[in-house]
């Protein structure tokens, strides 16, 4: 059985004690039908005064913690176990509505696709636009999937993994000019490209399974990872990662969908005291398979 546990940490230190607002936790894998979340556990100190479960509007799953104690530290401790099988590498047939691009969504999927076709960020020489339309072929008809395809493994090959320390993720421009940035970067620029060509996508967070088999290559591991999901006609959403050039969910673990980066934030919340408290913050993370967690046991 394939078994992956994800250990993650965060720990905030302050340098005295302050009071904590509200506090959203969005570390829970998502289930679906390649993915089952077996067992997950979250320990927070100090120990909040409530922890509620909802789903937001997308349907993840979003713990809410609020405190009524001071401290200099606050942590928040997930450990999830989870069934993965990843399908093999979807592709599409000429019998497929979205085999060639252009295509069209159906009238009845239209109106809720319509916030993920639109794009969010602005673009007022065309130059992402441009640079979406290098994918297209311009004898005739593109196989979609190819523009797909092409795309992932053209942001990873003609653009620089860089880890950035500012908050937030950078506007698509800034990546597009720079050929850099994070995986939430890539993701969102990805995304936003896609939409410029009409194709319905969504930021997806989650994390990284790096095996020791494949280490090699593979960026975005020790930390929360980001790519992108592509909606089609008949195919439903599909999963690609820029970062690393994996179509499929392939060493993918999925945590959250969103139409934008903002929300889809692992924690977020706030601390009430003076700006000179905050000290720093420390994340751990590591996604294991069960076999690795037996033999770090013995």
Not at 215 to 230: L, M, R
Request: glycine share 8%; proline share 7%.
């Amino acid at each position: 059985m394939p078994l992956l546990t994800i250990h993650h940490k965060t720990e905030y230190r302050y340098a005295h004690p302050v009071a904590f607002g509200e506090h959203r936790i969005m570390l829970r894998p998502r289930d679906g039908h390649d993915l089952r979340v077996h067992a997950h556990r979250l320990v927070i100190a100090p120990k909040p005064m409530s922890l509620r479960w909802i789903h937001d509007v997308f349907g993840n799953s979003v713990g809410i913690a609020t405190f009524d104690e001071r401290a200099d530290s606050l942590s928040f401790n997930s450990t999830a176990t989870v069934e993965h099988n990843p399908a093999e590498e979807f592709a599409l047939t000429p019998d497929d509505p979205a085999y060639f691009y252009p295509f069209h969504y159906d009238d009845d999927e239209f109106p809720d696709l319509v916030q993920f076709i639109t794009p969010q960020y602005s673009d007022p020489d065309g130059e992402l636009s441009a640079w979406a339309r290098i994918f297209l072929d311009a004898q005739g008809p593109t196989p979609t999937f190819n523009i797909l395809c092409n795309m992932t493994y053209g942001i990873r090959e003609m653009f620089m993994y860089r880890k950035r320390h500012e908050h937030g993720t950078q506007h698509p421009l800034d990546t597009l000019q720079t050929r850099s940035g994070t995986c939430r970067d890539y993701a969102l620029f990805m995304i936003e490209a896609l939409r410029r060509l009409g194709i319905a996508a969504r930021f997806v967070s989650g994390y990284l399974f790096i095996p020791g088999d494949r280490a090699h290559g593979y960026v975005g591991g020790g930390s929360t990872h980001a790519w992108v999901q592509v909606y089609l006609p008949s195919a439903g959403w599909i999963e690609f990662d820029p970062t690393n050039g994996i179509v499929g969910t392939r060493d993918l673990i999925r945590v959250a969908v969103a139409r934008d980066p903002r929300q889809a934030i692992p924690l977020h919340g706030v601390y009430l005291g003076s700006a000179d408290a905050y000290v720093g913050m420390e994340v751990a993370i590591n996604v294991v398979s069960a076999g690795e967690e037996a033999r770090a046991r013995v």
